[in-house]
């Protein structure tokens, strides 16, 4: 089949960009100069990320948020407009459906910006659930999203608008002409640094990417996407969040208000009264155990028997510490070995590694 | 793009080798330096060990992905390159030259005789 291509296609393909599948859109992995020059890039200037295969969709009407109320783990219904407001989407079980950002424009009117892989899911939840409540206008195949990321984003950003930008607080969101070129923009971001997202319609994406470009953004690919992200401990559906862990479990307790009443709030309340059974801990692999643990791999307590009996988690995700050295990664474990200081030990392809729980972001910007 | 030296011999796993000596020289060349990115750890065996043909003999950690070195040919190990230890960017930057990773003394000659020449490996690279 084939794939997607966003209205930056051209530009990453001139920009040498190594293209690669990624839930059926073809996106840069990385660029030319690779993806630990395009990390620190974005740790220490700025970096432009093509987001443009994420979804984007309208919620509008009278009754509209009543549906934001019943979708939505957080308090987003009753945001102030003019505020992004991030939460989980759960199912009655407490399951996650998606971590997505929804865009409180009005009373009457939201906008939502949800993972790739999981638009055509997402938008099927929302009609399932509020279809009367709600008219739903998908405008993901018109909408392009450019995320400009690092110490000098804001900067940046704010020179091409005018300096109409600089003075929005982080979480929210104004409409601004950017480059010349309309946009939603918003103090947000997946990589643990200060910057803005900027969503436009695709004809002028290019446009805006180049004067973002000229005015010295370095554009990073899904590589250095993932390996900022992890540092931040920024969850990604898929690996950290998916049907059978909650929010609970994945120490996003801080975006579920169970004093509200959504879809998963029964299973939720119920899961914290009887405690935790398992929760998503962060470790560190030393240097000098030259070894990556990546999604998938085992968390094992050798002492509880042999093969899978020794199984106690596992790693959801994984990588180089490029920033903050060695490797470091998230897993499910038991809630008794997920306090800071546990030693785990990972099976890393058939070598047993020892790691470190650490607690709280494994990179804390300055 | 991608470049493959005319003097050396390459494997369908995207290996080059090159005479040194008794011993041939062993790295991976731009086609899967490019392929896996940014690399960060590289693993490899000791001088002296003995490596059989198509038998993992080393790993390969990118930022993405985690891959198997596969021994080109059987034979003893006669050199390691040991400044990838702290230096595995050498592989992204010289994949050819200072990004070598092993050096191995053949016991089968047959196995070498097996190898690519760059024009088969090229073919093999297109056919990806």
């Known amino acids: 089949m084939e794939r997607k291509r966003t209205p930056l296609w051209e530009l990453h393909k001139q920009h040498g960009a190594r293209l690669i599948d990624f839930g059926g859109w073809d996106m840069p992995v990385a660029y030319a100069s690779g993806t630990i020059k395009e990390h620190k890039a974005v740790r220490e200037a700025v970096g432009l990320f093509d987001v443009s295969h994420m979804g984007e969709a309208y919620l509008r009407g009278p009754r509209v948020r009543e549906a934001i109320e019943l979708l939505t783990t957080n308090a987003v219904a009753s945001a102030p407009p003019g505020k992004a407001v991030y939460t989980l989407l759960c199912r009655p079980s407490g399951g996650v459906v998606d971590d997505c950002i929804f865009y409180k424009v009005s009373d009457t009117e939201f906008f939502v910006i949800v993972n790739a892989s999981n638009t055509a899911k997402d938008l099927e939840w929302f009609r399932e659930h509020t279809h009367s409540l709600c008219d739903i206008e998908d405008v993901s195949d018109a909408t392009a ?14 020179r091409l608008a005018g300096g109409a930008l600089a003075g ?3 979480f929210m969101f104004a409409n601004a002409t950017v480059a010349g070129v309309a946009c939603i923009a918003a103090r947000t971001g997946y990589t643990g ?3 803005f997202e900027l969503a436009c319609a695709n004809d002028d994406a290019p446009k805006l990417w180049t004067a973002l470009v000229e005015a010295g953004g370095l554009p990073i690919g899904l590589g250095a996407r993932d390996t900022l992200r992890l540092e931040s401990k920024l969850p990604l559906y898929g ?19 169970l004093d509200r009443t959504f879809l998963g709030v029964e299973a939720l309340r119920a899961q914290k009264q009887q405690g935790l059974t398992r929760q998503l801990a962060g470790f560190r692999i030393a240097d000098d155990q030259r070894a990556i643990a990546r999604h998938g791999y085992a968390v094992v307590d050798r002492a509880r028997g042999t093969g899978g009996e020794a199984v106690i988690g596992t790693v959801t995700s994984g990588g180089p510490g490029i ?11 038991p809630v008794a070995q997920a306090a800071a200081g546990t030693q785990l030990t990972i099976d890393c392809r058939g070598k047993d590694i020892p790691a470190t729980v650490v607690s709280g972001k494994f990179y804390k910007r300055t | 793009m991608s470049t493959f030296p005319n003097d050396l011999r390459y494997t369908h796993d995207h290996e080059w080798l090159r005479a040194a000596g008794s011993a041939w020289r062993v790295g991976i060349t731009q086609f899967a330096v ?10 490899l065996p000791k001088e002296g060990d003995l490596v059989t043909k198509g038998q993992r003999f080393g790993t390969i950690e990118s930022v993405k992905s985690v891959s198997d070195l596969y021994a080109p040919v059987s034979g003893r190990v006669t050199a ?3 400044s990838l230890k702290d230096a595995p960017e050498q592989v992204n930057a010289e994949p050819y030259g200072t990004g070598w990773m092993v050096e191995i003394e053949p016991t089968e000659k047959a196995e070498v005789d097996e190898l690519m020449a760059p024009d088969a490996y090229v073919a093999h690279v297109a056919a990806q």
């Open chain 1, 145 to 158: 999203l450019i995320a400009v990321q690092g110490p000098k984003a804001v900067a940046l950003v704010d």
């Open chain 1, 168 to 170: 929005l607080t982080s």
């Open chain 1, 193 to 195: 640094e200060d910057g």
């Open chain 1, 239 to 257: 690996n950290d969040l998916d049907d059978d862990h909650t929010p609970l479990e994945a120490g996003l307790g801080w975006a579920v208000k």
């Open chain 1, 323 to 333: 920033s903050v050295g060695g490797a470091i990664g998230l897993a499910y474990v």
């Open chain 2, 34 to 43: 490019d392929q896996l990115g940014d690399i960060t750890l590289v693993d």
């Open chain 2, 80 to 82: 390691v390159n040991a």
